[in-house]
């Protein structure tokens, strides 16, 4: 699809996702995911090994969705001492092949999560 396309690659640093002062996630192994549909370049996405997840405060949504360049996601809630949010958790258990680097990776929506990007001592 000429219109809507995607690149990866690892990101460089450590990434922590934060909800209010609790992190979600910590990890040195980050997939960064730009997408670009009809023009336009949508917010880049930070995908998380799951072991790098904070996965004890999360529960499976039944909430799914299609893209027609990733696949079909998987939505986990967060519960903990942020509170309850749905559905701030995606990834792509099957993605397709062109994007088989985020498969079973996690993503957190950009909107209620803030990111940490630091720097590895070289």
């Known amino acids: 699809m000429a219109d809507h396309f995607h690149e990866l690659e690892r990101t460089r ?17 980050t997939i960064l995911l730009r997408e670009f549909v ?3 370049t949508l917010d880049p996405v930070y995908y998380f090994p799951p072991e790098d997840v904070a996965v004890d405060k999360l529960k499976p949504s039944e909430t799914r969705t299609n893209c027609p360049i990733k696949g ?21 258990l099957e993605p397709i ?13 950009a909107r209620r999560v803030t990111f940490e990007v630091e720097p590895l001592d070289a």
Do not use: C, P, Q
């Open 13 to 29: 640093g450590r990434v922590t996702a934060w909800l209010g002062d609790e992190v979600l996630a910590r990890s040195e192994r």
């Open 38 to 40: 009809n023009g336009k």
């Open 72 to 92: 079909d996601a998987s939505y986990w809630t967060y519960s903990g001492g942020a509170g309850a949010e749905e559905d701030l958790v995606w990834g792509y």
């Open 97 to 109: 092949a062109s994007s088989r680097h985020i498969g079973g990776r996690m993503a957190f929506d």
